[in-house]
């Protein structure tokens, strides 16, 4: 078979980046045109200093002209700058958005979290998410999940598919600094991270909301509400999501549909007893890692999932989305081992 | 009025170094005897590097002779260590417990996550709740809250004394690594902790569980029901806790609560309209940081408040105990200034 | 006595944040106007939110104005913004400038390093180095050292002032992010910091490199070549250099006169043998660590010096300053402890 | 060609762990017996949590026995323990010793530095070394370099192979906390670490001071005298080295040894102008970053170069090694990406 010739449009940043770190270790990737906004005209080496063999690579003008003859084009643009450029690239280009454009299914939803028009809805890129897989299997256009729903999914969705918990869970979610991008904004700060955990987005006011309660309620075939409270802490990647919601149900009930639903997937991990998820299992991988249990006291299920934001939270779980659009091993060229300590 | 006298046992750890930090600052205290166990006979030099003044102080064996003619001793020992030696020191002695043995009402509660004989319970440090205050002034016996209830606690205390949300609480937190003392474990390396979030005790297996239960409930006036998860952050110091429980009022009705409950307290700050706590605005300070609002989708008050764990959440805490106890003003060398960036 | 009444100009940068922090536990400071430049109108709340005390307080637009009826005015300003301020101040208000403007005497250096007229040189506020606390007595214009001179210059002086070792020296630095400011720089973000150390300035481009040329040689009476390297940390906070040069003299020989240097400065503290300086020994507090040894196979003195930036660098060794010239003991309100862990 | 089977002894700590990362990857690697001293006996999953697809296998004691019919064994155990087993593997298995036993060849020098009696020295592995690759090439024994000798070595041989600087060199290299292994001492705590710097091992006092001096004297052609500070940062990877020795050549002639010295490196990566190394650049790569200025006021040439000390700095130089030992392309299964940000 012959190399799959891949565009990049929003290089610059820590989405881009982690893509061309990926596709750079890909063995049927070849890279293409790479674009940016701003640091169009520049070269790589000043932006993503890491990734040496593509340190002389000029970053080309955003736009459809530079990914003429591209077999895939992976969109890492900000939020409403996906639809317009996906129009003009052709039907037969795979395009996989890592933006919000085309995730949330419900017009109204997206007017409400986003404003302006809704560009529609793909094929949302979580595989493992029930019958999600059949419909990524050679799509043309795919959504890349939200960092926050992925973790929250997949954490969540196999209790709610089997009915074993109650519709109303609550999702408090420790994120890495690089899930902000690049943007230069005080609370950023190296100064202002280091040694500080701060809330922001609190009482449902963060974007990735919908999305969560868009993937449960569908996962549960009812509606389910989503108390979500995003934390950031003193690490440049990684989230770690404290899950849960009441339940009746035992440990052991609910771990055998965990084990059950995730039995075949080769990037979730459910730990071994005893052992809890922490970010650094999964930094640079393309895994999830995920540990349950139930609170007798407080009636609970707690479920505790790790991954890299960038990694199966973005870049990651994009190429594997392309590996299905394009008919290659859902795992070609994906790390399953973390970079630690 | 002359110094106050004041010993510590357990002066090598990290509890014992921040109440010396604290003491240092204090303007009524006189430092005495400075106790430790496999560490007696060493200088704090060498223990404590950041303790310049008391350097060249050998520290001593612990046990109730080094504490003779001391107006108020501090225990921060390991658990099950306080009893027997407080039983030694007189009754007019303020002994003040940082250890977790004269915290729990219920000796059924302590057996359970303790193990052991229950050493009885002695008025609970924690001015703050609802008619906590009375108890400590002039008190001999101070048993000071840990560091989760002491956030958790008064994250949420005001809302279930005005009977305002549902009886079922769900609270996060994040802390730094020192509130696991200077054991050498491996999950507490650098090279772990660093770049990482993880989870441990999820499940209501952390023992700080029944205490925030005990507090809730209290201050309910009918059992509550937590489910309780910390986590881990890379930081030396500091929590933030995620706590949210149903409600049906309005963000409004629920502020006033809060505004009421804490409208005198110095050290609790409820921050203006729009600013979420960061454990960063209470580093080194005997503050707690808190801001809350009710998201409507999902029903549910949602509070997020922060502290140091070694001061307000332990030391800190301790000394206001001790101000209360020989009839300072309660705020008496204790910082409200947190060390930022 | 009186209180001191003191005015901040710059108080929402890192400096500024640094100087309140230190006077509102001043016992003789008054806390007069605070101004700001774009962030004038706004409460203080925001922009420091760990100056709980002074949440409320709005800055003013700096000028000379704010600051009429002053005992003390800090100023904490960009470089080449204190020279105007300064001179609408009246001649008794004493005006102590953490900038660099006043800091070098030839204005030559001044035009190669900053650019633009020199605004004359001011007494250089580091009282431990020789001869200069005279010099600050008193004084009603004070330039604040940079925080690199003030350890490289501590950790140097008395070997060069005793001629105990050659005037070529080499001094590599490693400085947390606050150094930096506040300024919104890509390099500066917590995604880039944590995790890594880098280079920045090397080779004399630094302009820190002919301050710490001007204190050495002065201290040496001849001119000394200062090799200075900053490198950049993920912390927040913090300074340690490793400063060498050649010597033949014995390690004994150079301590005693370290020991003799040093044995009255209430600030600067030689470790006990085999103990080296960690920068967590000095965190918030007004402290120099230092510790040497001679390497006989490579002929040099190494001496191994940290600080906070903020603290001695800067704040502290500002109010350090304040003390001396108006007349208060030099330790008034000057933190001795540091914050650890 | 048929894989190449590869047992490793010390599976369980650091460089075990990025060892099997590493070889995880690899193409040609077949994954054999993995051995541990106290850890025998327990799977790989508790210990090496970021191995995935390693999580099941069993580490079997140390010892030859399972080693027999392995085509390379990598010893990644404590100093002194290679030698005895290295004597009883066959000399037609390839034994790569990421210890130190193997690197002095200086018997007077073991014994000073390390103590005991010397095992002898092998091959030492840094190819880009002059001279160095065909020493390796088809190698049955490879001695790793250590961490710092690496990075040190690399930025000062061209230099001191060209006669450009004077044989007086002084080095200040700033390391991530994995350096100093899994061992539990109360210095490597993250409540230690995180937001401080610390200094070590001063004054010479490092063992991989006469490692240094040995591999720059040998490029020299002449004794050199290494001044060599480590020092402590808080990451859990990367090294930082700032390496310094006079000079009167101009910065565009020293420039030109080092180009011609790394054209052909495919791990050395001499950044464009104007950028300057972070550890960031290297991490999770076997890659090495440099940059050089000659500062005309000191007179002296400035190196400053970073590598991960896991990777280039152990494992990955190890596999490089044994890539060359075996007959495999040097860059096989060798990231040249670094993980970031």
Same mark, same amino acid.
């Given at each position: 078979?012959?190399?799959?010739?891949?565009?990049?449009?929003?290089?610059?940043?820590?989405?881009?980046?982690?893509?061309? #770190?990926?596709?750079?270790?890909?063995?049927?990737?070849?890279? /293409?045109?790479? $674009?940016?906004?701003?640091?169009?005209?520049?070269?790589? /080496?000043?932006?993503?200093?890491?990734?040496?063999?593509?340190?002389?690579?000029?970053?080309?003008? $955003?736009?459809?002209?530079?990914?003429?003859?591209?077999?895939?084009?992976?969109?890492?643009?900000?939020?409403?700058?996906?639809?317009?450029?996906?129009?003009?690239?052709?039907?037969?280009?795979?395009?996989?958005?890592?933006?919000?454009?085309?995730?949330?299914?419900?017009?109204?939803?997206?007017?409400?979290?986003?404003?302006?028009?809704?560009?529609?809805?793909?094929?949302?890129?979580?595989?493992?998410?029930?019958?999600?897989?059949?419909?990524?299997?050679?799509?043309?256009?795919?959504?890349?999940?939200?960092?926050?729903? $992925?973790?929250?999914?997949?954490?969540?969705?196999?209790?709610?598919?089997?009915?074993?918990?109650?519709?109303?869970?609550?999702?408090?979610?420790?994120?890495?600094?690089?899930?902000?991008?690049?943007?230069?904004?005080?609370?950023?700060?190296?100064?202002?991270?280091? /040694?500080?955990?701060?809330?922001?987005?609190?009482?449902?006011?963060?974007?990735?909301?919908?999305?969560?309660?868009?993937?449960?309620?569908?996962?549960?075939?009812?509606?389910?509400?989503?108390?979500?409270?995003?934390?950031?802490?003193?690490?440049?990647?990684?989230?770690?999501?404290?899950?849960?919601? #009441?339940?009746?149900?035992?440990?052991?009930?609910?771990?055998?549909?965990?084990?059950?639903?995730?039995?075949?997937?080769?990037?979730?991990?459910?730990?071994?007893? /005893?052992?809890?998820?922490?970010?650094?299992?999964?930094?640079?991988?393309?895994?999830?890692?995920?540990?349950?249990?139930?609170?007798?006291?407080?009636?609970?299920?707690?479920?505790?999932?790790?991954?890299?934001?960038?990694?199966?939270? $973005?870049?990651?779980?994009?190429?594997?989305?392309?590996?299905?659009?394009?008919?290659?091993?859902?795992?070609?060229?994906?790390?399953?081992?973390?970079?630690?300590?």
């Amino acid at each position: 078979m012959r190399m799959v010739r891949i565009g990049v449009a929003g290089a610059s940043g820590y989405a881009g980046g982690e893509l061309l #770190r990926l596709l750079l270790a890909h063995p049927e990737a070849e890279i /293409g045109a790479l $674009t940016a906004g701003g640091n169009a005209g520049n070269t790589l /080496g000043g932006l993503q200093p890491h990734l040496l063999p593509l340190a002389d690579r000029v970053l080309e003008e $955003t736009g459809a002209e530079a990914f003429a003859g591209h077999d895939v084009v992976f969109l890492a643009l900000p939020h409403g700058h996906s639809a317009a450029l996906a129009a003009q690239l052709g039907t037969d280009t795979v395009v996989i958005d890592c933006g919000a454009d085309h995730r949330l299914t419900d017009p109204e939803a997206w007017r409400r979290w986003y404003g302006g028009e809704h560009a529609g809805s793909w094929p949302y890129g979580l595989p493992e998410l029930p019958g999600q897989r059949a419909k990524l299997t050679a799509a043309k256009r795919v959504a890349v999940p939200g960092c926050y729903p $992925t973790v929250a999914s997949l954490a969540l969705a196999p209790a709610l598919a089997a009915g074993l918990v109650e519709p109303d869970v609550v999702v408090t979610a420790v994120s890495g600094t690089s899930g902000a991008g690049k943007a230069l904004k005080p609370h950023l700060l190296g100064s202002e991270v280091m /040694g500080a955990v701060s809330a922001y987005g609190v009482g449902g006011a963060h974007r990735h909301t919908p999305e969560i309660a868009q993937n449960l309620s569908q996962a549960a075939g009812r509606p389910i509400t989503v108390s979500f409270t995003p934390l950031l802490a003193p690490m440049p990647r990684g989230i770690l999501a404290n899950c849960t919601a #009441r339940t009746e149900a035992s440990a052991e009930e609910i771990l055998e549909a965990y084990q059950k639903a995730y039995a075949n997937e080769p990037f979730i991990h459910l730990l071994p007893e /005893g052992s809890w998820p922490s970010t650094a299992m999964t930094l640079g991988a393309n895994t999830l890692a995920l540990q349950l249990t139930v609170d007798p006291d407080a009636g609970r299920l707690v479920v505790v999932a790790a991954i890299d934001n960038l990694t199966k939270g $973005t870049a990651g779980g994009a190429v594997q989305c392309m590996n299905l659009a394009v008919g290659l091993p859902e795992t070609t060229g994906l790390p399953l081992t973390g970079v630690a300590p």
